[in-house]
């Protein structure tokens, strides 16, 4: 067995808690919430650190010195981070939900999810050049397949 079937979350060590990610890219979107039916939408504003052509943090190691308020997906926080797209590896399994079919650690590399579109690769914008969010939602990262 693999060990996201054999250990529960908490058991993983950090090696295998990153090796959960995907690498969607999806938490990188920029969000809006609606002041008055506080309805959380997408947009396809990507942090300026996300790849347009990989989907992938060019500074993953460290992002937070030059993205303070970019969120750590930690064992301790996944149960209240209900913004993650039902797609997530890490909210699906806390959700007692297996792996998607087109996850890496299922297919071997990145070329599955992306074939699926469930990555962020080719579909956004950097948050720089967008002047309001409103209008740039999407409800594509809202697919979930598999």
Known sequence: ?????????????????????????KCCLNKVIDDDTEELY????????????????????????????????????????????DSCSYRRLHMGKTLPSWHPLLTGSKAAMHQAGMSVKGKV??????????DHIVLWPLVSKD
């Open 42 to 85: 997408y947009t396809n504003a990507a942090c300026h650190l996300l790849s347009h052509k990989t989907g992938s943090c060019d500074k993953y190691p460290e992002r937070f010195k030059h993205v303070p308020q970019c969120t750590a997906i930690t064992k301790d926080n996944i149960a209240s981070l209900d913004w993650l797209p």
């Open 1 to 25: 067995m693999a060990f996201w079937e054999e250990l529960s979350l908490e058991q993983m060590n950090n090696e295998q808690w990153e090796l959960l990610c995907d690498g969607c890219g």
């Open 125 to 134: 914008v950097d948050e720089r050049k967008i002047k309001y969010l409103e």
